[in-house]
């Protein structure tokens, strides 16, 4: 059996990764888990208080989304996760022992993503924390960078395009 692809559709809030990431699954046929389904109650709380989350309170959280990567790849099924996975070492927990995993990286100036985040309504990360997002954010040097201001039609195109480019093992 091939190993699963493990596709990692990260960056900031306000990025688009939810979109990109549903768009992605559904043009590859693969499943897609959203990560922030995944918080535990605690964290969303903390959140919508306009409280960032610190290294301690994303562990068990991230920790989580490993077990769920994990359990796509043992099953032979390849994944698009939609994940901040803002640092380093979040990207090291989430990936770890994994076949093949990548990132795509959507990436976009803050005072695009600001005004993306004073449009959404519906989601418990406020806007007031973008701030705290980017002094996390360790930008990966072995991602896919995709900007976020492309239209999802075009970002879409760029990681196929991208997937069809490279070999798998």
Known sequence: MEPALILIVMGVSGTGKTTLGRALAQRLGWAFVEGDEHHPPANVAKMARGEPLDDADRRPWLESLHRIMASYAAAGRDLVLACSALKRRYREILTQGLADSRFVFLHGD???VAGRLATRSGHFMPPSLLASQYADLEPPAD??????????DRQVQQVVDALQRSTRP
């Open 110 to 112: 803050s005072e695009a």
């Open 143 to 152: 991602a896919l960078v995709v900007s976020a201001t492309l239209p999802t």
